[in-house]
């Protein structure tokens, strides 16, 4: 079903109705008319495009990232406001258009001066500049804005690139580009800032990599901060990183006073929003001099950010340490073992991704214990075997390649041998131990081992391995270092465990293993905000199986439960892993169906109903095969919040029914 969804225009739709069996569509050609209305579309669209490039067509505005507590500045915001165009809508389309025009660079061109012209006008605030997508494909682009930013007078350490993680798999931060692109960035004397966290799926460990100067927090974070534990346990932790890596944070879209009060308790310094000061024409039609309240005190990016009273840090020369350990035996800053155990205390509190707790054992393991390679496994029980879940190694990248690609049994090897002693141990001669293996693709040289079983309470989690490349190389003080960061990671580990499994049982039916109402009620909110930041479609659909009643009581509520579950797996079958399936109430469920046209959903419903019909039924059913009637509704077409969504699609529900069942309706 991965290919149901991908109709991505939002053109004009009549609504379908079931096509026989058997019958065929005719597809027709284009005509010449039409043919001749796309040319003349283009055209107007290139116009578009050239009327952009005269002088101060250009809309932009300035809103100031300000401090809560008395709202002195730290950075101005600078964005393209869209304009007025009837025949391209949006700015995406703008720049898609320019692309056709052979006029992409000679547009962004024109933007970048002009932004640049309006961070002169604020200085002496740091400015934040969108590096939109297109921008980004540029050759030769950090030397490009080097330039134009020198050209300018400024200086580049004034100009924040914002960026941000998307859905789209070649540009996530994860991926790659965004990493080497913050780090050009940085050499070249840049600031580098991530927006639009809460609004997209970045994990945590992630954002650290792009090591950002300025983090801005969606405005859907902040949508009912005070009243929604899940989205406060997110802003700290948010917190938490930006301590960690020196950055400063800022929220986004503060319209209340009570969310200033929230977001200073929870360690949040800077925002932006309406209650602080509302966007500003700085260019462009309604373009006029900028005043915001505050200005007097700006703020500068170089000053520590506040920390609420709590250090956790890692500093940029530990950083850069990890970037070239060529300097990490000369680095000058060696701080206490207990100062850096605190430290990593604290940071592993805020931290619930396991992969990110693991990558923070990691860092702090380089400061205490530096070694030449670094190696977690997880116990995998149900399998029997060691999967490796981390490698690191700035000497040998063979060893770092080796372990990664080899899984292997729990008891082989010294890792097996420590694991089952369930206690450090320090090998300093591993090819002389009888339990000594080699791992396939790394290099066969003399190694020294340190063996740390990562076990919070009666829960062994896996393995824990440092190595120097040499006999002899650790002492007793590197083995009772490493198993304290390795004890304090694996208590982390676990609590992310039990942390998944509380969360995982508040949102989730118990009986289909579907998510339920209260999952609808806090992520549908968030669904539709993420759904129009990109324009695009999503499909609600609501499902209520067919005269259920017959199945409880002519074969038991006991049958009728199984039947349930049988269809919350066929429900998790046909949709793909971005979509969700709630669990509304009793026979009801709901299907969120992302980036999804009409013509997607009736085909998710067709698939539904062959599933449904597909479930095996007791011999002393009276029905034949498990039916739903199926109420279609659109985003943002049917409604714009999640409760108009679900009313249009209920509507649409009974319209089905009324029809005669086991059939779909779409919302009028």
Same mark, same amino acid.
């Given at each position: 079903?991965?290919?149901?969804?991908?109709?991505?225009?939002?053109?004009?739709?009549?609504?379908?109705?079931?096509?026989?069996?058997?019958?065929?569509?005719?597809?027709?050609?284009?005509?010449?008319?039409?043919?001749?209305?796309?040319?003349?579309?283009?055209?107007?669209?290139?116009?578009?495009?050239?009327?952009?490039?005269?002088?101060?067509?250009?809309?932009?505005?300035?809103?100031?990232?300000?401090?809560?507590?008395?709202?002195?500045?730290?950075?101005?915001?600078?964005?393209?406001?869209?304009?007025?165009?009837?025949?391209?809508?949006?700015?995406?389309?703008?720049?898609?258009?320019?692309?056709?025009?052979?006029?992409?660079?000679?547009?962004?061109?024109?933007?970048?001066?002009?932004?640049?012209?309006?961070?002169?006008?604020?200085?002496?605030?740091?400015?934040?500049?969108?590096?939109?997508?297109?921008?980004?494909?540029?050759?030769?682009?950090?030397?490009?804005?080097?330039?134009?930013?020198?050209?300018?007078?400024?200086?580049?350490?004034?100009?924040?690139?914002?960026?941000?993680?998307?859905?789209?798999?070649?540009?996530?931060?994860?991926?790659?580009?965004?990493?080497?692109?913050?780090?050009?960035?940085?050499?070249?004397?840049?600031?580098?800032?991530?927006?639009?966290?809460?609004?997209?799926?970045?994990?945590?460990?992630?954002?650290?990599?792009?090591?950002?100067?300025?983090?801005?927090?969606?405005?859907?974070?902040?949508?009912?901060?005070?009243?929604?534990?899940?989205?406060?346990?997110?802003?700290?932790?948010?917190?938490?990183?930006?301590?960690?890596?020196?950055?400063?944070?800022?929220?986004?879209?503060?319209?209340?006073?009570?969310?200033?009060?929230?977001?200073?308790?929870?360690?949040?310094?800077?925002?932006?929003?309406?209650?602080?000061?509302?966007?500003?024409?700085?260019?462009?039609?309604? +373009?006029?001099?900028?005043?915001?309240?505050?200005?007097?005190?700006?703020?500068?990016?170089?000053?520590?950010?506040?920390?609420?009273?709590?250090?956790?840090?890692?500093?940029?020369?530990?950083?850069?340490?990890?970037?070239?350990?060529?300097?990490?035996?000369?680095?000058?800053?060696?701080?206490?073992?207990?100062?850096?155990?605190?430290?990593?205390?604290?940071?592993?509190?805020?931290?619930?991704?396991?992969?990110?707790?693991?990558?923070?054992?990691?860092?702090?393991?380089?400061?205490?214990?530096?070694?030449?390679?670094?190696?977690?496994?997880?116990?995998?029980?149900?399998?029997?075997?060691?999967?490796?879940?981390?490698?690191?190694?700035?000497?040998?990248?063979?060893?770092?390649?080796?372990?990664?690609?080899?899984?292997?049994?729990?008891?082989?090897?010294?890792?097996?041998?420590?694991?089952?002693?369930?206690?450090?141990?320090?090998?300093?001669?591993?090819?002389?131990?009888?339990?000594?293996?080699?791992?396939?693709?790394?290099?066969?040289?003399?190694?020294?081992?340190?063996?740390?079983?990562?076990?919070?309470?009666?829960?062994?989690?896996?393995?824990?391995?440092?190595?120097?490349?040499?006999?002899?190389?650790?002492?007793?003080?590197?083995?009772?270092?490493?198993?304290?960061?390795?004890?304090?990671?694996?208590?982390?580990?676990?609590?992310?465990?039990?942390?998944?499994?509380?969360?995982?049982?508040?949102?989730?039916?118990?009986?289909?293993?579907?998510?339920?109402?209260?999952?609808?009620?806090?992520?549908?909110?968030?669904?539709?905000?993420?759904?129009?930041?990109?324009?695009?479609?999503?499909?609600?659909?609501?499902?209520?199986?067919?005269?259920?009643?017959?199945?409880?009581?002519?074969?038991?509520?006991?049958?009728?439960?199984?039947?349930?579950?049988?269809?919350?797996?066929?429900?998790?079958?046909?949709?793909?892993?971005?979509?969700?399936?709630?669990?509304?109430?009793?026979?009801?469920?709901?299907?969120?169906?992302?980036?999804?046209?009409?013509?997607?959903?009736?085909?998710?419903?067709?698939?539904?109903?062959?599933?449904?019909?597909?479930?095996?039924?007791?011999?002393?059913?009276?029905?034949?095969?498990?039916?739903?009637?199926?109420?279609?509704?659109?985003?943002?077409?049917?409604?714009?919040?999640?409760?108009?969504?679900?009313?249009?699609?209920?509507?649409?529900?009974?319209?089905?029914?009324?029809? +005669?069942?086991?059939?779909?309706?779409?919302?009028?």
């Amino acid at each position: 079903m991965a290919g149901r969804c991908q109709d991505r225009g939002v053109a004009t739709a009549l609504r379908e109705e079931e096509i026989p069996a058997g019958a065929t569509r005719v597809k027709a050609r284009p005509s010449r008319l039409a043919a001749r209305t796309a040319q003349a579309r283009a055209e107007a669209r290139e116009l578009a495009i050239r009327d952009l490039l005269q002088p101060n067509a250009f809309r932009l505005t300035a809103e100031p990232i300000t401090r809560l507590r008395d709202h002195a500045i730290l950075a101005y915001e600078v964005r393209w406001r869209i304009p007025r165009l009837d025949v391209i809508p949006s700015i995406e389309e703008i720049w898609e258009a320019a692309e056709g025009a052979d006029l992409l660079n000679t547009l962004d061109d024109s933007l970048l001066r002009a932004e640049l012209e309006i961070a002169t006008k604020l200085s002496p605030g740091a400015v934040l500049l969108e590096m939109h997508p297109w921008r980004r494909r540029r050759r030769g682009l950090v030397g490009w804005l080097l330039t134009e930013v020198k050209a300018a007078g400024l200086d580049p350490s004034r100009i924040v690139w914002q960026m941000v993680d998307t859905d789209d798999d070649r540009e996530r931060v994860e991926a790659g580009p965004l990493y080497d692109l913050s780090g050009q960035l940085h050499e070249r004397g840049f600031r580098v800032g991530l927006t639009q966290l809460g609004a997209v799926r970045t994990r945590l460990s992630a954002i650290g990599k792009a090591e950002p100067d300025i983090l801005q927090m969606d405005p859907v974070l902040i949508d009912g901060l005070d009243r929604d534990r899940g989205q406060r346990a997110v802003v700290s932790a948010l917190v938490g990183l930006a301590a960690q890596m020196d950055a400063h944070l800022a929220a986004g879209g503060i319209a209340e006073e009570s969310e200033v009060a929230v977001l200073i308790d929870l360690g949040v310094a800077f925002g932006q929003g309406p209650l602080l000061a509302e966007p500003q024409v700085a260019a462009g039609e309604g +373009g006029g001099e900028l005043r915001f309240p505050g200005r007097a005190a700006v703020l500068s990016l170089d000053d520590s950010p506040p920390l609420n009273g709590v250090d956790t840090r890692l500093s940029r020369a530990a950083a850069t340490a990890r970037r070239d350990p060529g300097k990490l035996a000369v680095d000058s800053h060696q701080p206490r073992l207990t100062e850096v155990l605190s430290q990593a205390a604290r940071a592993f509190q805020t931290e619930h991704d396991p992969h990110a707790i693991l990558e923070l054992a990691a860092d702090y393991l380089e400061r205490v214990v530096p070694s030449d390679g670094i190696s977690v496994y997880q116990a995998d029980w149900d399998s029997g075997r060691f999967r490796p879940l981390l490698a690191r190694s700035f000497k040998d990248p063979s060893y770092a390649q080796g372990v990664m690609a080899h899984s292997f049994a729990l008891g082989v090897g010294l890792t097996g041998w420590a694991f089952d002693l369930g206690a450090p141990q320090r090998v300093n001669d591993a090819d002389a131990h009888p339990s000594a293996g080699h791992v396939p693709g790394t290099t066969d040289i003399d190694e020294s081992m340190l063996l740390i079983p990562l076990i919070s309470g009666d829960y062994r989690l896996g393995m824990l391995n440092l190595v120097r490349f040499r006999r002899e190389a650790y002492v007793a003080n590197d083995l009772a270092a490493a198993s304290l960061v390795g004890h304090m990671a694996a208590a982390a580990w676990r609590n992310t465990q039990l942390y998944a499994e509380q969360v995982q049982h508040a949102v989730t039916d118990s009986l289909t293993g579907l998510f339920n109402t209260r999952w609808l009620r806090e992520a549908g909110r968030r669904e539709l905000a993420m759904a129009e930041r990109s324009g695009v479609l999503l499909a609600i659909l609501m499902l209520d199986l067919d005269n259920f009643k017959q199945i409880n009581d002519s074969c038991g509520h006991a049958a009728g439960d199984a039947i349930l579950r049988s269809v919350g797996r066929t429900l998790h079958r046909v949709i793909r892993a971005e979509d969700a399936a709630i669990r509304y109430g009793g026979e009801e469920f709901v299907l969120i169906l992302r980036d999804c046209s009409l013509d997607g959903a009736r085909r998710v419903t067709r698939a539904v109903r062959k599933g449904l019909a597909a479930i095996p039924l007791p011999p002393e059913c009276t029905l034949p095969t498990v039916t739903a009637s199926v109420g279609i509704a659109l985003f943002p077409k049917h409604g714009r919040t999640v409760g108009q969504l679900l009313g249009a699609a209920d509507a649409a529900m009974y319209s089905a029914k009324r029809r +005669g069942k086991n059939r779909a309706s779409a919302a009028r």
